[in-house]
């Protein structure tokens, strides 16, 4: 890792920045092309500038005369006079019907019927068909920056009207399932090339807002006043023989990855605040010296920053912490850093590879103009593993939240929050329960698509690709993968937030309630005994097991909880009591259950008026005890308004599902990248 994978994010979410406001324009000039160019142009509609000196409309130009003239010749070029795969022992001289022949062929992947549907016709199934326009914008967009190195042999008017295309925000309607994406992604591709060529039976999205519609591409050409191009030697096999297609879904995928990266390292410190963990695990030892690799090192140290300023979250382990009878914690909670550090080098690694095939050329065969000679081997074979490594990932990311969030829901585990996270009574509140089995359903499904792809190769087109890389269908798996753990992490956000809120409330009972032991004990045994309000050590022999015994009873409902939270405390009320009591004076049992009593009712009216009277906001307490994380916390339940639960059908107007889709929009649209580069001190 030359940089590190915060530093990497920070320039990709700067980029995207810069190009949304005008700032920097992304370039077709076959060298430069990245990541976040892929993004802009693919979902925000971003016109890249074509690089068009003289120079390079030279080189272009060379190239295409390398072809002519070697077409000419007695010695055969692969998909110039000869046939295509497995039928390139056939010769021919009509180069440019052979370039026809090739996209008629490839033409046969399964779409809506465009004739007799209009746009509001089509289906959810006419849309599963079909490629997502962004994807073919992306597609295009690469394909453009390949052919642009003049190694390919198309001529300058190609790749104008391919850029007038993404100009014009065309989007041809390209399968969504054909490519085996070797020689290249050809089904998609060969759809482009028919707008271009203006075939009448392929079709193209155009138009913008209410107005944009499917067009057949002769129609659509006829409103641009483009012409249709005639292919001459090698250009349909020039346009089709690429990797744009799996390489644009890839590039898309590995921003949106290392922006859910970033996201488990900050819900990671999250769970750690919000059960009341240590800090120790993540402290430099550990991490830059004892075991230093990269990925390790950064998750810790991120970490570590996070949590600095918490008031949830422990230094270390204390002996005498009530709540530190578990002397380290979880795996889930404390191995976060070895968890997490391998990702982000896998991830680096795939983003090195993406940045590559982005400038590469990928058809075959390719055009050396300096030699005046064709090169044939297989550069079309695209890359299913930068895509297999990032769906991988994505699983470890979703495994770690899922057992994270587990831990929080779970009374026997979550240092004293209520089952559920419920904030109203458990036996009439069960908040989370079934968050967490939808959790689940998305885990699975994610766990299933973390297979890879690239063992489930089939030998196609007469034994001639017997290997090829699926790198399309495995591009397609990891965007799926992607917006399911999305939707993991949104669940377990809700979650961390609404345990926030309870930390709080908390907070607020516990210091009502320590309060009224004091005074209470005083008023019924002080007047017996030796003890004075201020007596912390006698105190503390109280409140450690009441803190204790308050963990273990969260399940129960308030109106019974407390009578056997003070029944059990009272043994150790009287432990403490006994070597203090005055010589001549008796402890009464009268006077321990009265006392019993009476702690109950504070208890119960302490519980219920920290609970009622709680307001959820980014000045509340629960907001104050957060470390760096409260940026989050005050993102969720401040603009996008995310509600807490009450648990009470006259207080919650709005589901819990409907609260989490707030924060799965916030992935999805990439409004929360920022809060999260936020969290760990990055700035765009």
Request: net charge negative; with cysteine; glycine share 6%.
């Amino acid at each position: 890792m030359a940089q590190s994978h915060l530093n990497l994010l920070t320039s990709q979410l700067t980029a995207l920045q810069a190009y949304n406001n005008g700032a920097q324009f992304a370039f077709v000039d076959g060298h430069s092309l990245n990541v976040p160019g892929v993004v802009v142009v693919s979902r925000k509609n971003h016109i890249p500038k074509l690089e068009d000196s003289e120079a390079i409309r030279n080189r272009v130009a060379a190239a295409v005369d390398v072809v002519q003239s070697l077409a000419l010749e007695a010695q055969s070029q692969y998909g110039v006079t000869t046939g295509f795969g497995g039928s390139a022992n056939t010769r021919t001289k009509r180069t440019a019907l052979l370039q026809k022949a090739l996209l008629a062929t490839i033409q046969c992947g399964i779409l809506p019927d465009f004739r007799s549907k209009g746009v509001k016709d089509l289906t959810p199934e006419d849309y599963s068909l079909m490629l997502p326009q962004d994807w073919v914008r992306g597609t295009m967009f690469v394909r453009l920056n390949s052919i642009i190195r003049a190694q390919s042999g198309t001529r300058w008017n190609i790749i104008e009207s391919l850029h007038r295309l993404i100009e014009e925000n065309v989007a041809p309607c390209a399968p969504l399932r054909q490519s085996i994406s070797a020689s290249g992604d050809l089904g998609p591709l060969a759809y482009i090339s028919g707008v271009l060529t203006g075939n009448p039976d392929v079709f193209a999205w155009y138009g913008e807002g209410e107005g944009r519609k499917i067009y057949d591409s002769a129609t659509l050409l006829r409103k641009l006043n483009l012409a249709p191009i005639d292919l001459i030697a090698k250009e349909g096999l020039a346009l089709v023989n690429g990797t744009a297609a799996s390489a644009a879904v890839a590039a898309l995928a590995i921003h949106d990855c290392h922006i859910l990266a970033l996201a488990v390292q900050v819900l990671a410190a999250y769970a750690v605040e919000a059960i009341k963990g240590s800090q120790e695990p993540f402290q430099p030892f550990l991490h830059d010296l004892s075991r230093p690799h990269k990925g390790q090192i950064e998750v810790a140290a991120n970490i570590r920053h996070i949590l600095k300023s918490s008031k949830l979250a422990r230094i270390q382990h204390e002996e005498s912490d009530p709540e530190g009878q578990l002397r380290q914690d979880t795996y889930c909670v404390r191995g976060s850093p070895q968890w997490i550090g391998p990702l982000l080098e896998d991830l680096m690694l795939a983003q090195d590879q993406i940045d590559i095939e982005l400038n590469s050329t990928t058809d075959n065969p390719v055009v050396d103009i300096d030699s005046n000679y064709i090169h044939h081997g297989a550069n079309f074979m695209a890359m299913s593993y930068a895509s297999e490594k990032m769906r991988l990932s994505l699983h470890h990311m979703a495994k770690l939240t899922y057992a994270q969030l587990t831990e929080l829901l779970n009374n026997h585990m979550n240092k004293g929050l209520p089952p559920n996270l419920s904030v109203n009574e458990p036996s009439v509140d069960y908040c989370m329960k079934v968050a967490d089995v939808a959790a689940a359903s998305y885990l699975s499904e994610i766990a299933y698509l973390a297979n890879p792809v690239s063992t489930h190769v089939i030998s196609a087109e007469m034994h001639n690709q017997a290997i090829n890389s699926l790198a399309l269908i495995s591009a397609r798996y990891t965007m799926d993968t992607i917006k399911l753990v999305r939707m993991i992490m949104s669940t377990h956000l809700y979650g961390l937030v609404q345990a926030t809120d309870l930390r709080a409330m908390e907070f607020n009972f516990r210091s009502l309630l320590f309060e009224a032991l004091r005074s209470e004990t005083m008023s019924q045994f002080g007047h017996i005994s030796s003890i004075a309000a201020d007596d912390d050590d006698f105190f503390q022999g109280l409140i450690h097991p009441l803190v204790v015994l308050l963990n273990a009873s969260t399940w129960e409902d308030s109106y019974s909880r407390f009578d056997g939270v003070f029944r059990k405390l009272s043994g150790y009320l009287l432990k403490q009591l006994k070597p203090r009591i005055h010589a001549d004076k008796d402890i009464n049992l009268s006077a321990i259950e009265e006392w019993q009593e009476v702690m109950s009712g504070r208890a119960r009216e302490a519980f219920v008026l920290s609970r009622d009277t709680y307001v959820p906001s980014a000045g509340s307490k629960g907001h104050e005890m957060l470390g760096r994380t409260k940026a989050l916390y005050k993102f969720v339940r401040g603009k996008l308004d995310v509600q807490l639960h009450w648990g009470d059908p006259e207080k919650d107007k709005r589901e819990i599902g409907t609260e989490i889709s707030k924060i799965f929009r916030a992935f999805e649209n990439g409004s929360i990248a920022s809060i999260l580069l936020d969290v760990v001190g990055g700035r765009l």
